[in-house]
């Protein structure tokens, strides 16, 4: 059963337009969120994260929404351009954003293609 | 170092053979994470070590997965008697402190391959 939910394996967008990653989780219990992105041989790099009590956060070209009441939460990355072609993974924690432990619950990932 | 080290950076053991990883974190940091990625799936979380203690072993599939971090700083993944599904790359992150909001810093990963 899984927890969080990457729906889109791969998202294609053309250079300079707005990229728009979706990522839906089912269990209440979670309470941080975060994106993180991978590029090939390389470890997953932390990119932005959103505590449940917000609703929004940005962070230059990246923006994270955050839906609890649809248990939904999207990253908008404006202008999208060709180094953010990569593999962007969704992870959850329900460890509290006030320093929890918990190891985080990640989803499958969407591979993010931008076209020049 | 300046980042997460892990290795080998790949793997190749025969099935029902013995390997160890080993991850050596950002210096200072307490907190230190193993994860498991296998193909086409997200990171699965294993073990997490605070210090020296395991704090949560809870992703571990089964007895034949061990890990230590000794003396708080390197820590070493065990797997004994290697199956073919351990396949996989296996992923180290470390933290200064535990806790998701501060932030984990991964390593390129084993890419352990059991034929």
């Known amino acids: 059963d899984q927890q969080v939910k990457q729906n889109s394996p791969s998202l294609s967008v053309q250079e300079g337009r707005i990229s728009i990653l979706n990522c839906d989780y089912t269990n209440s219990m979670f309470d941080y969120f975060l994106w993180y992105k991978k590029y090939p041989a390389e470890g997953p790099t932390f990119l932005i994260s959103?505590?449940?009590?917000?609703d929004k956060n940005e962070d230059g070209r990246f923006t994270v929404f955050l839906n609890k009441s649809a248990k939904h939460l999207s990253l908008h990355i404006v202008p999208s351009q060709p180094g953010d072609s990569a593999v962007y993974f969704c992870a959850a924690s329900a460890g509290g954003s006030g320093g929890g432990a918990d190891g985080l619950t990640f989803g499958k990932g969407t591979h993010l293609i931008i076209q020049p | 170092g300046a980042g997460v080290s892990q290795t080998p950076s790949n793997k190749v053991t025969e099935k029902g053979k013995y390997v160890e990883l080993r991850c050596d974190p950002i210096?200072?940091?307490?907190?230190l994470y193993w994860y498991r990625q296998s193909l086409g799936q997200g990171p699965e979380f294993l073990i997490y070590f605070q210090g020296t203690g395991a704090a949560d072993d809870s992703g571990l599939p089964n007895d034949r997965f061990f890990a230590v971090r000794p003396e708080g700083s390197v820590s070493t993944l065990k797997i004994q008697r290697t199956e073919r599904g351990d396949s996989a790359v296996y992923l180290c992150a470390s933290s200064p402190i535990a806790g998701a909001n501060y932030g984990y810093t991964f390593g390129s990963g084993t890419r352990l391959t059991v034929v």
């Open positions: 959103i505590s449940s009590i917000k």
């Open positions: 210096s200072g940091h307490t907190a």
